[in-house]
């Protein structure tokens, strides 16, 4: 039997209520925005390290090398890499808790559910993919001895800042790669991988740049297919 539906009607203090209930956009509790900030930190530290570990290891044995250093201060230079990518790793779940308000993102996979943004991702990422600053941050990423040549500074705070200005050129080589995660949902574990192998091939394999280009061009391609396919 179906429940009676009330035919009195609503005051106006009810109807401003139900208004004001329907306009305002979910936030979220500081404690899950924590965990989601978290998330992201973890996973970028996991997605990005095994790339970035020549340069954390070539830069510990320049600065052994070094005459006014005993041990290198490579926990330093790490914590700023970290700081960069946790930087990011903001900015994401702001995006992300965005997302989610206007109804584009879904709660429980944390992937897009709008074919729009999927296909703006894509193209955006792909067409970054080929641009000249891309091909900057990459090249940076790609010679670490070149930065630690430029950019050597001795002591913790050195370390510190070259830390910090490598991760901030790494952000910039990979951070729409990272985005791409809201279109094949950022707990796909498949999908984590692969975006990691991208990166890893990127920065490592003699070919790295064409892969990069490779990635771009599929992103481009999938994201116009995504739209008028």
Not at 8 to 13: F, K, T
Not at 61 to 74: E, G, T
Not at 76 to 83: D, I, K, M, T, V
Not at 185 to 190: C, F, R, S, W
Request: glycine share 8%.
């Amino acid at each position: 039997m179906k429940p009676l539906v009330s035919l009195a009607p609503m005051s106006g203090d009810d109807v401003h209520a139900s208004g004001m209930m329907m306009a305002q956009p979910m936030s979220w509790p500081v404690e899950h925005f924590a965990l989601i900030f978290s998330m992201w930190w973890v996973m970028m530290a996991a997605m990005m390290l095994p790339s970035a570990a020549p340069m954390i290891l070539l830069y510990a044995r320049a600065a052994m090398n070094a005459q006014n250093m005993v041990q290198p201060a490579s926990g330093s230079f790490l914590a700023g890499y970290l700081l960069s990518w946790g930087a990011f790793s903001l900015a994401a779940t702001i995006l992300q808790l965005l997302l989610e308000q206007v109804g584009l993102l879904m709660p429980m996979f944390m992937a897009s559910q709008s074919r729009w943004l999927s296909a703006a991702i894509l193209i955006s990422a792909g067409i970054y993919q080929l641009s000249p600053l891309k091909n900057v941050c990459l090249r940076h990423c790609r010679n670490p001895a070149q930065f630690l040549s430029s950019h050597f500074r001795p002591g913790p705070n050195g370390a510190l800042r070259m830390g910090l200005l490598h991760g901030i050129y790494c952000v910039g080589c990979c951070w729409l790669l990272m985005v791409l995660l809201f279109v094949g949902g950022v707990m796909n574990l498949a999908w984590i991988a692969l975006l990691t192998l991208m990166v890893a091939a990127e920065k490592l394999l003699p070919f790295g740049r064409y892969v990069s280009i490779a990635a771009g061009v599929a992103c481009i391609s999938w994201g116009m297919v995504m739209l008028f396919g």
